[in-house]
């Protein structure tokens, strides 16, 4: 077996193997028993079903992504679709059909993950200024625990408001490497440790045109309201780094689980060169990662996997084999999950450096035949690197 269907193997069927649903239903069986339901995030319909394995609600709301997974209509279901990574109106109808079912609970149980600080919003400014904003940050190097950050300083159901409608307990999948479970959708029910000056330095730094703009306060912890409010972490990028590594160990290969690394993507490019250079056969290295990547106006169709993908594949060892996957299944704009190369396979000789300048690297990928397929999986946990010498 090549190196690179290692990798790819490994990667794909921790995809399929990994226990979300029992995970969940877990969690919600040992919970305090809840009247109301409330998912919302890329793993929202993944959650949501998995939670009815453990308890029946009296009624429920689902937000999940127009590209996403649905879950099956019942009696007392609201479903809702919402954008990522930007809000739009229907986030805003969202976020205000949460506040108001929440406030109408005795309590909540809400289900949480990755891309629910877009899809759920309550802004305090207009909506197309928080929609720029937010552009601009994404367009920046800012971390995802900078972005929301701001976010949660420019909301009503963000940074803990949400608590302030009622009991609610959060049952939360991360796709934050680094930062805490405030982070994730922004924190609705759980206090934040930072403050709006926090914010300000932030857009100053990312975004230096918004710089101005009116931030609201969040809920600090310790807030009275955060009383009767539980937040429990399930799992995150590590926890599936980890069972992309069991996977591997199966077939055969020493593997070494490094941990979660975010910065320049071209800095996290040149230390994954560096380590296949001195990769001993049969071992790899699983890492759970968020590159930054400054996307300029007008790019091509790249996201941050296939993009990494492109400035490692052509320096690679012969043998060695790279994986960049995205673990929600969708690589930014790059039409693409990710994409797996491998030394002296088909990006050597082809004019990669064009594809990278353009920021069409999904294209690139799609040509040669290295991309993972774009297919929306019910999770997100960041994306997972794999390096591999078969």
């Known amino acids: 077996m090549s190196s690179r269907a290692l990798a790819r193997g490994a990667f794909e069927a921790a995809l399929r193997t990994f226990d979300a649903r029992g995970l969940v239903a877990r969690a919600v069986a040992r919970s305090r028993r809840a009247d109301l339901l409330v998912a919302a995030g890329k793993a929202a319909a993944t959650m949501y079903e998995a939670a009815l394995d453990a308890r029946d609600f009296e009624r429920a709301i689902v937000v999940v992504p127009p590209d996403g997974p649905r879950p099956a209509a019942r009696p007392g279901l609201y479903v809702l679709t919402a954008p990522h990574p930007l809000p739009a109106r229907a986030s805003v109808e969202a976020g205000e059909h949460v506040l108001d079912l929440v406030g109408r609970a005795r309590r909540t149980t809400l289900l949480l993950s990755g891309g629910a600080s877009a899809m759920l919003a309550a802004p305090t400014v207009p909506l197309h200024d928080k929609i720029a904003v937010t552009r601009a940050l994404l367009a920046s190097d800012a971390t995802i625990s900078e972005i929301n950050t701001v976010r949660r300083h420019l909301s009503r159901i963000k940074g803990g408001h949400l608590a302030r409608r009622g009991a609610v307990d959060a049952l939360v999948f991360s796709d934050v490497g680094r930062g805490g479970p405030w982070d994730v959708a922004s924190g609705p029910s759980i206090g934040d440790p930072t403050s709006t000056r926090d914010a300000r330095r932030v857009l100053a730094r990312h975004a230096p045109r918004f710089a101005r703009l009116p931030l609201s306060r ?5 807030d009275p ?10 799992a995150g990028p590590a926890t599936f780094a980890a069972h992309v ?5 199966q077939r055969g290969v020493l593997v070494h689980v490094r941990r ?8 996290l490019a040149a230390a994954m060169i560096r380590a296949a250079a001195r990769l001993p056969p049969r071992t790899a290295i ?19 996997s296939t993009h990494l993908a492109s400035l490692v594949g052509p320096r690679l060892p012969p043998g060695v084999a790279f994986l960049a996957g995205a673990t929600d299944g969708v690589d930014g704009a790059s039409g693409t999950g990710g994409a797996v190369v491998e030394g002296g396979d ?9 594809y990278v300048r353009a920021f069409d690297t999904g294209a690139l ?22 390096l591999v010498r078969g």
């Open 365 to 386: 990928h799609v040509r040669m035949g290295t991309a993972l397929p774009c297919r929306p999986t019910g999770l997100n946990f960041a994306d997972v690197h794999v």
């Open 346 to 354: 088909l990006l050597q000789g082809r004019d990669v450096a064009s």
């Open 245 to 249: 590594g069991r996977e591997m160990t």
């Open 286 to 304: 699983v890492r759970p990662a968020e590159p930054a990547l400054v996307v300029p106006p007008g790019a091509g169709s790249g996201g941050r």
């Open 260 to 267: 979660f690394v975010d910065g320049d993507v071209e800095d």
């Open 218 to 222: 969040s809920i600090p912890p310790g």
């Open 225 to 234: 309201c955060l009383g009767a409010c539980q937040a429990r972490l399930l």
